[in-house]
């Protein structure tokens, strides 16, 4: 039973556009849910995360967006750097600290 | 001087033989976890310790025994090691009074593999 889904495992953009990435999940009492980025070899790193009471919330070039009649989330990055290009995962904890992960999606940004 | 900092990278190993990973945070948190990371990649949690007590534990076969020595402090010992065993093994750390976010900080993972 895998409460959090994202279902492109790939996604691939050009340098200066939008990369747009999904997340569902199944589970209406998750309280946060974050974003977070990996590089190879090393540790995933936070990026940014929402409330369940909000619909938006934006850092810099990222913004994530939640409907929660949905149960639908996403992230906004733009204007998208080829830096950007790692493993994204979308995240959703409940009340009691655990989070649970998605599958993941591999963004490439090309120059 | 790296925050959540696991030992060993890279272990490689027999079935049958008996292995820790080590892990350690420098950053104040109460609470740390592990995760395995599978060859889907998929990240999922097996144990969760907030000040040296245990208040997660997935289903996770009785060979894994976490310890928390501290609250500074999660290891992890697997007896009996199996090929299915072989995977990223990630240590994370948080404050769980974090407000808003209470985002998980992350080992830079520990790869098992099991020959």
């Known amino acids: 039973d895998q409460q959090v889904k994202q279902n492109s495992p790939s996604l691939s953009v050009q340098e200066g556009r939008i990369s747009i990435l999904n997340c569902d999940y199944t589970?209406?009492?998750?309280?946060?849910f974050l974003w977070y980025k990996k590089y190879p070899a090393e540790g995933p790193t936070f990026l940014i995360s929402i409330s369940s009471i909000k619909d938006k919330n934006e850092d810099g070039r990222f913004t994530v967006f939640l409907n929660k009649s949905a149960k639908h989330l996403s992230l906004h990055i733009v204007p998208s750097q080829p830096g950007d290009s790692a493993v994204y995962f979308c995240?959703?904890?409940?009340?009691?600290?655990?989070?649970?992960f998605g599958d993941g999606t591999t963004l490439t940004v090309k120059p | 001087d790296t925050a959540v900092s696991q030992t060993p990278k890279y272990l490689v190993t027999q079935m049958g033989n008996d292995k820790s990973i080590k892990c350690e945070q420098n950053?104040?948190?109460?609470?740390m976890y592990w995760y395995k990371q599978d060859s889907k990649k998929f990240l999922k949690i097996m144990f969760s310790?907030?000040?040296?007590?245990?208040?997660i534990n997935e289903t996770v076969p009785n060979r894994f025994s976490p310890k928390s020595p501290d609250k500074a402090h999660l290891n992890l010992h697997i007896n009996s090691l199996e090929l299915g065993d072989s995977a990223v093994y990630f240590c994370?750390?948080?404050?769980?009074?974090?407000?808003?976010?209470?985002?998980?900080?992350f080992g830079e993972g520990s790869r098992l593999t099991v020959l």
């Open positions: 310790y907030n000040n040296k007590e245990l208040i």
């Open positions: 950053l104040g948190h109460d609470t």
């Open positions: 589970n209406s009492m998750f309280d946060y």
């Open positions: 994370a750390s948080r404050r769980s009074s974090g407000g808003a976010g209470g985002e998980l900080f």
């Open positions: 995240a959703a904890r409940n009340n009691a600290g655990k989070s649970t």
